[in-house]
């Protein structure tokens, strides 16, 4: 295939990344292709000056000039600033990118684009970007800033290997905040990219983590984002990244301990060998970790329209995407949508005080504060929900330095999460004795919890019995926990005095694979628990099976919501629940004790329409494994 033909598909690329519309006018202002004529004659008279691009001219000579006609893949002007204009060209691979010397403009695209540069810089400030390459993961980006009339020119390190919307570029050169609209797309891509290039340089399952989280903190720091791009030694970018974390977690109120330590964590980084001998320069060094989050995410956080957090979710992406490292630091993520249906079953709003006395990464606090802010007015009632309604406890430490990261990237202002034992008497003192920022008490009313199962020392119920003992009369708590806790021949102490002093609202039985990916194979269920009111007997307790969410597995992804189906069945789930509405095969109600089974299987009544052959199959197997589990099918 001819290279120009081949060049197609960098331009393709190239105009996909910067969202240009089609050629002429565009949003952000216009593009002009090829050569062609523009309505401004200073820009047609420095091409006609310039010719077609030599194969040989250094920078600084204006004598030598190709024959024909200048043809740049593109010239840009912007809306928003009539003196600045983009000049871009492309090449179809990554050997045409640029030559030593930068003096072969016919044959690689940054020099090509620096030779149109030298000519549009007599009238223009002009931004110069060479692209090469036709695949977005092995592109080469790299982009130039010539003021006018300048002898010389500067190298926008920051947009190194990406490619920027237009308007971004001004704002790179300006040193305004770069804006990018969502894409979830992005997000998973960038967290494979950076996981992957983290397992090539060798660092450790469990510092993977706490790496990112100690580079998300630190970009959270104005002077930190705007400068470390001009530090030129390892050693000196990780002393300022150190110290913008102490600077953006002494904000949040942090104690100085606690900082200690995070910065510790952080520091040993200098331990990966191949990390700290790779040039800053370069790809997969310690600034270009850092690029890659500021110029790809942070853009998203930053971008006027969006409502998604994109930092936290490209966190929770990162230290999601492979099983390794959630189950080296013992993380097993709850999935999104099942806290976010857990906060909306207890009608979280933003009078809430919510606690989760085993936040683990933060995960269900994240869930609870984006309900809370939906229901926020002003930005005054968004700050105080940020310092006084969303409290926790973390035994683990470098958890519960994750769990820090991730309230702080969502600008938590006060981070009310304890570092101790959920079971410490004065760690549960130190909740029980809250108060707001004008010294009122803080009463929590609602809880969340994912406890850890199989513990040796406490069964999952005993969280759930301590978790409501923190919540005033009349609050609710949403546990997540295996489905052995609701059958009634196990943990039948605990059971009696959960409903001794508590209420039992609701179970839902989950989808048997909800934690896939995770490496936890256990099947769960959601219980809804009212505290301080003993559990009545003559009043039923609402089941659902909710065993359908609508999720599918995907190779690498795990469980996604392929079909967009998930909102209309929460909707349809929610609505069963508060109407108490009985569905044959996914809904009853019935009258239980401490010593029955608390799921809906034992009590909803099968929808034979639904029935099919292959039910009928999966019975019977099941029922063979069972045996033979069981050692009951002997050989006749």
Not at 14 to 20: A, F, H, L, P, S
Not at 375 to 384: G, H, R, V
Not at 619 to 627: R, V
């Amino acid at each position: 295939m001819p290279s120009s033909k081949i060049e197609k598909y960098t331009e393709q690329l190239t105009e996909k990344e910067m969202k240009i519309a089609g050629y002429g006018e565009n949003p952000f202002g216009f593009v002009y292709v090829q050569g062609e004529n523009t309505p401004n004659s200073d820009i047609n008279d420095a091409l006609k000056r310039a010719g077609g691009k030599p194969k040989d001219c250094e920078l600084s000579d204006f004598s030598i000039h190709g024959t024909g006609k200048a043809k740049p893949e593109y010239i840009i002007t912007l809306k928003h600033d009539l003196d600045t204009i983009i000049v871009i060209e492309c090449k179809n691979t990554a050997k045409k990118h640029c030559s030593d010397s930068l003096g072969h403009p016919k044959d690689y695209a940054v020099d090509g684009a620096l030779y149109y540069a030298k000519y549009l810089k007599n009238t223009f400030h002009v931004i110069a970007v060479g692209i090469s390459g036709t695949q977005k993961s092995e592109v080469r980006v790299d982009a130039f800033y010539w003021a006018k009339n300048q002898t010389n020119y500067s190298e926008l390190i920051k947009s190194k290997n990406i490619i920027l919307e237009p308007e971004n570029y001004l704002k790179l050169v300006r040193g305004e905040k770069v804006q990018k609209a969502y894409s979830l797309s992005e997000v998973k891509a960038t967290a494979v990219k950076i996981h992957d290039s983290l397992r090539i340089n060798k660092m450790t399952e469990k510092l993977k983590p706490l790496f990112i989280a100690g580079v998300l903190i630190s970009l959270q720091d104005i002077s930190f984002s705007n400068d470390y791009d001009k530090l030129t030694s390892f050693d000196t970018l990780l002393d300022s990244c150190c110290s913008a974390i102490r600077r953006v977690l002494n904000d949040g109120e942090i104690d100085l301990e606690k900082i200690h330590e995070i910065e510790g964590k952080f520091r040993e980084i200098r331990t990966v060998i191949k990390l700290k001998a790779t040039p800053l320069s370069d790809d997969n060094s310690l600034r270009w970790y850092i690029n890659q989050l500021e110029m790809k995410i942070k853009p998203m956080m930053d971008y006027v329209g969006n409502t998604i957090d994109a930092l936290g979710v490209f966190y929770h992406e990162f230290i999601s995407y492979s099983s390794g490292d959630g189950n080296s630091l013992g993380i097993v993520l709850t999935p999104q949508h099942l806290t976010e249906l857990m906060a909306d079953l207890i009608n979280i709003d933003k009078n809430s005080r919510v606690v989760d006395i085993c936040c683990g990464s933060g995960a269900f606090l994240v869930a609870a504060m984006g309900r809370m802010f939906k229901q926020a007015a002003t930005p005054e009632e968004i700050e105080y929900i940020r310092r006084n309604t969303l409290f926790g406890i973390e035994q683990d430490s470098d958890i519960h330095t994750l769990a820090l990261a991730n309230m702080i990237m969502r600008r938590d202002g006060k981070s009310h999460i304890i570092h101790g034992d959920c079971f410490d008497t004065h760690t549960i003192e130190k909740l029980k004795n809250l108060r707001d920022e004008k010294g009122r008490n803080i009463v929590l009313n609602k809880g969340l919890l994912n406890p850890p199962y199989s513990q040796k020392d406490h069964v999952e119920l005993e969280f759930l019995e301590q978790e409501l003992s923190l919540i005033c009369q009349g609050g609710e708590v949403a546990i997540v926990c295996p489905m052995s806790c609701a059958i009634g021949t196990k943990f039948k102490e605990v059971r009696k005095r959960l409903m001794e002093h508590h209420t039992l609202k609701a179970v839902f039985s989950m989808p048997d694979d909800i934690f896939y990916g995770q490496g936890a194979g256990t099947c769960v269920c959601i219980m809804i628990w009212e505290a301080g009111k003993p559990h009545d007997t003559s009043v039923s307790t609402f089941f659902g099976y909710y065993k359908d969410d609508g999720f599918v597995k995907r190779k690498k992804l795990g469980r996604i919501d392929a079909y967009n189906k998930w909102n209309g069945i929460k909707t349809e789930w929610l609505r069963l629940y508060r109407e108490k509405e009985v569905v044959d095969g996914l809904t009853a109600k019935a009258c239980v004790n401490d010593k029955m089974e608390w799921l809906c299987e034992a009590y909803m009544k099968t929808d034979y329409t639904k029935l099919s052959q292959d039910d009928f199959q999966s019975t019977l197997n099941d029922y063979l494994a069972y045996l033979i589990k069981e050692g009951n099918v002997y050989e006749t």
